[in-house]
């Protein structure tokens, strides 16, 4: 009678230490990931408001102080993620006997990189139960992979293990931590790439062996990262060039990602994060030569030109006014001859003239052909002696003016639609096919213009570096500012282990070393060939060399003809003038002799 009460009392005592351990475990493995993990906010949830208060009574009035949210069966995923951010976060999940799948899809493939803890009550026996090995391969499948059970009714955790055969076995916090989303090793787990050409990024060839070779700036990356976790790569050719076929096929998710970078589109696809801002620029000709013929007007520009133009109206037209009043006769052609002399600094007298103002005249004139003729002279045998080009498009509105089309495909078309690509080069846009473009843009077609991304513009820099005068320059204005990075299918299981290798090469060193690489690739392989070497050499002169002192001879007779057609016009009219007026005199004087004839008439016997 007397040890009942202590039999009572002592498994009284018995049940409530069980409960105490197991309440401890649990907020030990929740403290630790929070402390390992550096969770910055743990989410609470369950579609039954009876075990949420059981919860509260059990655990949460022994947890350490943490920051908590409570969510139920109906919650906004995407604001969720909007306001708190994606990392670092905790779900705890209390289940039932049946895994929540509803929890999942209300995630909507939100929350992907975060950690959940699905506590489990009733016994079960979870590494053999199909439902919830079925459970485990849905998650990996939708890309949740950070995933932890706890079982209340024994305090044991177990975790999950995809490779190479799914299935859950028991852990302790300490050891899953170090093996957390590791996938070292995929045992041959086939990835499914998109492969085309779109130079330097992926490029597809055929080399001497015969063999198929896959790469690239960032087909060699994928390749040297699936090789790293023992993948299979599995290239899935794409029906053409495009990048628009990559977007379809992740879309449609035949391919787990594309060996591309490509702006962000997150209702199509997921992207790993942009560390450098792309750039976009459009690359139009170089400067074409000066033509021979502009040598002449080459060494000044039009208001020096119009100056001097003056300088002669006015100088010819003063010195022969002077001859006029001292001489009575107009001598322009002699004068604008002695003018041109002057210029050309070849000589000149000014011997019409006489007294003191011919000195003057001659000391101003002497000046300013000593002046002008050093300067142009000096200039225009600079010019013939080197290359002289007309003047470079630097400007979008010299672009337009040129009226020169700028070639762009529909993809690129949609993705500067979206990104504000300048409003003036709407108006010389053309659209053609992918393949099209390629051909006029790689075979450095200077009849139209191109807008490229900074990693393929270098491309094409490096296959100009050996011409003295590059045939396409880009215009040093800089537009389309976003970050791209390689597109990756949203339930891919890898994209977060991608994301991280990216930066760490970036950070190495190693993606300038791949996009060197591919450059050198591309050009060897043909995509892109070295244009031929300008080579500074004498030249034998041909009859383009003559056009100039040709046009300089023929301008000369020209002024000269008009000048004498100027003044033979002139001398018409003066001796038609003079003859007309000699004929008035005349018959005024015979009328004047007529009248006095006829008033002296006397007859005389």
Not at 265 to 290: E, I
């Amino acid at each position: 009678m007397i040890l009942q009460p202590a039999s009572n009392t002592f498994l009284l005592l018995l049940f409530i230490i069980i409960s105490l351990i197991r309440i401890q475990a649990l907020n030990n493995i929740l403290s630790e990931l929070n402390k390992r993990l550096l969770i910055s906010t743990n989410f609470l949830y369950s579609n039954h408001t009876d075990r949420l208060y059981n919860y509260e009574a059990k655990y949460l009035r022994d947890m350490a102080p943490m920051s908590l949210m409570i969510l139920t069966e109906t919650f906004n995923s995407t604001q969720l993620q909007y306001n708190l951010g994606a990392t670092n976060k905790l779900f705890v999940i209390l289940g039932d006997e049946k895994p929540p799948y509803e929890m999942f899809k209300s995630l909507d493939l939100q929350f992907q990189e975060a950690e959940y803890v699905i506590i489990i009550e009733n016994p079960v026996d979870i590494t053999q139960d199909t439902r919830w090995l079925d459970f485990v391969r849905y998650l990996w499948q939708q890309g949740y992979v950070h995933l932890l059970f706890y079982t209340s009714y024994d305090k044991k955790l177990y975790h999950k293990i995809i490779f190479p055969q799914l299935r859950i076995e028991e852990t302790i916090i300490e050891a899953y931590i170090k093996l957390r989303g590791a996938f070292q090793n995929l045992y041959g787990y086939p990835v499914r790439v998109a492969a085309y050409n779109n130079a330097p990024r992926t490029m597809i060839y055929v080399n001497s062996m015969g063999r198929r070779i896959f790469a690239g700036f960032y087909m060699r990356f994928i390749r040297a990262f699936l090789a790293a976790r023992n993948a299979s790569f599995v290239p899935i050719l794409t029906p053409s060039d495009s990048p628009g076929n990559c977007t379809l096929a992740l879309q449609n998710e035949r391919v787990d990602l594309c060996a591309d970078a490509l702006a962000a589109n997150p209702s199509a696809f997921s992207l790993t994060h942009g560390f450098r801002v792309a750039t976009a620029n459009v690359l139009v000709t170089h400067a074409k030569p000066l033509h021979s013929y502009r040598y002449l007007t080459a060494p000044f520009k039009l208001d020096v030109w119009l100056c001097l133009a003056t300088y002669v109206s006015l100088v010819v037209s003063f010195l022969s006014l002077i001859h006029w009043l001292k001489t009575g006769r107009w001598d322009f052609s002699r004068h604008l001859l002695e003018v041109f002399s002057s210029l050309l600094y070849s000589g000149f007298h000014l011997k019409r003239l006489q007294g003191k103002a011919r000195y003057i005249l001659f000391f101003v004139l002497f000046i300013a052909g000593f002046v002008y003729s050093t300067e142009y002279l000096g200039l225009l045998k600079s010019l013939l002696i080197s290359e002289v080009f007309e003047k470079q498009i630097n400007t979008f509105e010299a672009l337009v003016e040129s009226n020169i089309t700028l070639l762009m495909d529909p993809y690129d078309k949609i993705l500067f639609a979206k990104y504000n690509m300048p409003k003036i080069l709407w108006s010389i846009v053309e659209t053609v096919p992918f393949k099209t473009l390629l051909e006029h843009r790689n075979r450095f077609d200077q009849d139209y213009a191109y807008i490229l991304f900074s990693d393929r513009m270098a491309l094409y820099d490096y296959a100009q570096q050996f011409l003295k005068h590059p045939k396409l320059l880009r215009i040093p204005i800089d537009f389309g500012f976003l970050y791209s990075g390689i597109p990756m299918r949203k339930r891919w299981f890898l994209k977060h282990h991608l994301d991280r290798a990216w930066y760490w090469a970036f950070e190495s060193g190693l993606t300038r070393k791949l996009a060197l690489d591919a450059d050198y690739e591309a050009v060897r392989v043909g995509y892109l060939d070295f244009l031929i070497t300008e080579h500074q050499e004498a030249q034998p002169l041909g009859l383009d060399y003559f056009v100039m002192p040709t046009i300089a001879l023929a301008l000369g007779y020209s002024l000269a003809l008009v000048s004498f057609v100027i003044e033979m016009t002139a001398w018409r009219i003066s001796e038609f003038l003079g003859c007309q007026r000699r004929r008035q005199v005349a018959r005024e004087a015979s009328m004047e002799m007529g009248t006095s004839s006829e008033g002296g008439d006397v007859d005389v016997d």
